[in-house]
């Protein structure tokens, strides 16, 4: 018997990603949310979908945001 494992790595100095809590209540209802086939073509995951509403939100408060990073 042969195995043959790949593991893709991502170096800790190419992600500046931040994680943050999220209410319970909160994320089972993003969950219920995403979890229609239509919206989910538009938002794959959580993470998009949080992203896309915080970005929408600051520009609705006059926040320029450069490049997808504030």
Not at 19 to 35: K, M, P
Request: net charge positive; no cysteine; charged share 30%.
């Amino acid at each position: 018997m042969v195995t043959i494992s790949i593991f893709m790595v991502t170096l800790s100095n190419e992600r500046h990603d931040t994680s943050i809590r999220v209410s319970r209540w909160l994320d089972d209802a993003i969950d219920n949310y995403i979890s229609d086939r239509k919206i989910k073509v538009e938002f794959p995951s959580k993470r998009n979908f949080v992203d896309n509403a915080v970005m929408a939100f600051l520009e609705k408060k006059g926040v320029k945001i450069n490049g997808g990073r504030l």
